[in-house]
């Protein structure tokens, strides 16, 4: 079975040897053909032909094409022979046993760029496309070449800022990605495997998307099925209009090409991103001190909720912006700043693209009641977690053995070990884990987590639970 892959799509130089035609044939013949939407001929624009006028993106494109480059990074790897680390190879040539230094090699790696201010020369990208790189050149769609200097660049939101000085510029008027609807037609271009201004064109598949790896990086894709491939990150994705909506940064695929899932960056983000950025370098986000999770139905249950929509407060920083506002643990937050949460990612991203001294306006559900918060975005200090070390008392149940923590701030019992097959296997939960509450009922020893445990009705506990630095709830049955 062919395993699905994540790929953040940057061409590597090194693939461009097996020549234009090489990579057509290797796409077309290794992924499946994807499905896309044809666009209806009363939405284009037209074009005279001897015929008569035909319906064409070509209008359209005229404008938008100046406006989007190609990027060309330079770096230095470090690269090792592999026989030099062969044990046989080294005895049998009577090598010297010590460490050979590694040597540098030039890298190269192509990708993608929208003209964002023409009078300015700035240029956005991906961040991964241009990370560690020594230099940077940028290719206008008229041959024209210049180098790049960075002028700042953000890993959370894989987002870079480049600035060229370069005469008559065209640029991407930015449109309002919040207006996008699912189905929507949009247009990605690029430069995939180094074919620059390629055009293809699909529909909004899904917003506010994330990716299925995860992670702890602002996730609120567009997804297209728009072909992107490796080349085109750092290109735009625009509508009908020929407005930037959107900066293609990924796919998701089992060959390295094209299935007809790609995942771009919305303009918002974008805008809020680049002005941090062109201001500063670096994008100065604040914290509010909380930990969210998602809810399912068990716990929306178990919190008397009508339906699984919003963020579950898990953790409350003491001396943070939230705490000072009075958020508690197990308010679930179902807007900010008048816009509907729907899950835990979509308040991350949120929060994520404020600055320090900014305010958010929370709504959220306490004990079946809506309430109004007021938090002005600050840095929350860290919460150091001390090791649960203390003396281990063992107790058998829900197929976990429990330790009393008796040092540090936590209070709680740790899983020291978990029976194979058990309800707390299938549950997630992992040796290391403390358990702090069980059914809303604090615990602190092992007969307080038997005594909660005992009386649980239905044979289900709500457990809230530190992992690390983080804090969770999960419905064990």
Do not use: C, W
Request: avoid cysteine.
């Amino acid at each position: 079975m062919s395993k699905t892959m994540l790929i953040k799509s940057t061409a590597a130089a090194a693939l461009l040897a097996l020549g234009a035609t090489a990579a057509t044939v290797i796409l077309s013949t290794t992924s499946p053909s994807p499905v896309h939407a044809d666009i209806p001929p009363a939405v284009l624009g037209q074009v005279q032909t001897p015929t008569g006028p035909m319906p064409s993106l070509a209008p359209m494109l005229k404008t938008v094409l100046p406006a989007v480059v190609n990027i060309a990074v330079t770096s230095k790897v470090e690269v090792q022979n592999p026989l030099m680390q062969d044990p046989f190879f080294k005895h049998f040539f009577n090598m010297p046993e010590q460490q050979q230094e590694p040597q540098e090699q030039e890298a190269q790696a192509i990708g993608s760029g929208v003209i964002v201010d023409a009078a300015k020369g700035y240029v956005i990208t991906n961040n991964h496309v241009i990370d560690q790189a020594d230099s940077i050149k940028v290719k206008l769609n008229d041959d024209r070449e210049y180098d790049a200097k960075l002028i700042g660049k953000d890993p959370e939101s894989d987002l870079a800022v480049l600035q060229i000085k370069a005469e008559d510029l065209k640029q991407l008027p930015i449109a309002d990605s919040d207006q996008l609807q699912v189905g929507d037609f949009v247009v990605a271009i690029g430069s995939p495997f180094a074919l620059n201004q390629t055009v293809t064109s699909g529909i909004v598949s899904a917003l506010g998307r994330a990716t299925p790896d995860g992670g702890d990086g602002i996730q609120d894709f567009i997804q297209t099925d728009a072909s992107i491939n490796p080349g085109n990150s750092g290109g735009a994705l625009v509508n009908l209009k020929g407005e930037l909506v959107g900066i293609p940064s990924q796919i998701l695929s089992r060959s390295g090409g094209n299935m007809g899932i790609g995942f771009a960056i919305p303009t918002n983000l974008v805008k809020s991103v680049m002005t941090q950025l062109i201001a500063t370098g670096s994008v100065n986000r604040g914290r509010i001190g909380i930990g969210i999770q998602p809810l399912n139905p068990q716990l929306a249950k178990a919190f008397g909720l009508k339906d699984t929509h919003g963020a579950l407060v898990t953790q409350v920083t003491p001396g943070s912006p939230a705490a000072k506002a009075g958020i508690k643990v197990k308010d679930v937050i179902i807007s900010a700043n008048g816009r509907e949460i729907q899950n835990a990612q979509q308040l991350h991203n949120t929060v994520g693209v404020l600055s320090v001294g900014d305010k958010i306006k929370l709504k959220l559900i306490r004990d079946g009641e809506p309430k109004e918060i007021l938090v002005e975005v600050g840095k929350a200090p860290e919460k150091a977690v001390a090791a649960a070390t203390g003396k281990v008392t063992k107790s058998k149940l829900a197929g976990v053995t429990l330790g009393e923590v008796t040092d540090g701030d936590t209070k709680g019992v740790q899983i020291t070990a978990i029976e194979p097959n058990s309800a707390a296997a299938r549950s997630g939960l992992r040796p290391g884990d403390v358990i702090v509450g069980v059914n809303n009922k604090a615990v602190a020893s092992v007969d307080d987590f038997n005594s909660a445990a005992t009386a649980s009705k239905d044979g289900q506990m709500l457990l809230q639970v530190q992992r690390g630095n983080g804090m969770f709830f999960l419905v064990l049955q």
